[in-house]
């Protein structure tokens, strides 16, 4: 009886009033080591499983019963260790959206890449486009590369999937290799060496009806985000499909792939892509095509 009725009520007055006390907690301990061996651990116990359970987790603190058995304290305590696990493992889907920022780290080592935009750069400062351009009734690509920043002539390039690289094709007409080599990393940007051969062709004018729209998405008509979907971190590129950013195409990350997809078109089995490069000096989006088959979705800001 004197466990249940002084002892216990004795310790948690204690360790209620943290820096008091001092008298009763002198007065405990010259108490438990007057005590025969076994009892003393008895008490010793009482007071680990007392002084262990944090005090906001203890229900008993703000309840106090007169009638606990130390097996009573046994359950409750087995009780909060129960509901200490639950909510660490709940953490994840519930409570991550209000303290996502300590948070990352267990989630993803990797996720110091999320926080940034990509922000890749080129060799050099070159003036240079990315087009699409009609060829046998289909859409394909090109680079054009401009002599100067007056946008009056220009190399056209094409792109050589097995050496990852952009081939001139009037140089290539006269057997010569002249290649602007793309690096895709890991972050899905792409940079562009400009630092190849001279070119032994003469460049086109620059006519932009030759071609179709640019691929290029300028900003501010992107908007590079993360999205907290089942406990997980989602890095999320959308594209505006107006001018007023009422409407959008949502891009998730491929990370096999290396690039950012439309959602919706993948869904049904098409790919449009898409990457962050270094266009005129600022981060800019490429596309590999414009034409989704989906329906741009009505943007819905972050409330992250
Ligand atoms: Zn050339
Ligand atoms: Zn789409």
Redesign the pocket.
């Known amino acids: 009886m004197f466990k249940v009725d002084f002892y216990v009520p004795l310790i948690k007055a204690v360790r209620s009033g943290i820096n008091g006390h001092q008298k009763l907690k002198a007065l405990i301990l010259s108490f438990i080591n007057s005590l025969e061996i076994d009892e003393r651990l008895c008490y010793l116990n009482i007071l680990a499983n007392i002084t262990l359970v944090p005090a906001a987790a203890d229900p008993s603190t703000s309840t106090p019963k007169t009638n606990l058995s130390s097996s009573g304290i046994a359950r409750s305590r087995k009780r909060i260790v129960k509901n200490v696990k639950q909510e660490e493992d709940e953490t994840p889907l519930k409570n991550l959206k209000l303290s996502y920022p300590a948070e990352t780290s267990s989630i993803d080592s990797s996720l110091s890449l999320f926080d940034q935009q990509p922000s890749p750069q080129n060799s050099s400062d070159v003036n240079f486009d990315i087009v699409e351009y009609s060829h046998n009734g289909k859409l394909d690509r090109k680079l054009l590369v401009f002599t100067s920043n007056d946008q009056q002539q220009c190399y056209e390039f094409l792109f050589n999937r097995i050496k990852c690289c952009y081939r001139c094709i009037k140089c290539l007409a006269q057997k010569k290799h002249t290649d602007i080599k793309a690096t895709i990393h890991d972050d899905g940007s792409k940079t562009f060496d400009f630092n190849g051969e001279e070119h032994v062709c003469e460049p086109y004018y620059y006519v932009p009806e030759s071609y179709e729209s640019s691929l290029i998405i300028k900003s501010p008509n992107f908007l590079y985000t993360k999205r907290l979907n089942n406990g997980k971190m989602f890095r999320v590129l959308i594209i505006f499909a107006d001018e007023e950013k009422n409407m959008c195409?949502q891009f998730g990350f491929d990370s096999y792939e290396k690039h950012f997809t439309?959602?919706?078109?993948k869904r049904q089995k098409?790919t449009?892509m898409a990457r962050f490069i270094q266009h005129n000096g600022e981060t800019s989006i490429e596309l590999n095509s414009l034409q989704?088959?989906?329906e741009p979705q009505k943007y819905i800001p972050d409330t992250l």
Not at 262 to 265: A, Q, T
């Open positions: 195409y439309c959602h919706r078109c098409r449009v989704h088959i989906c």
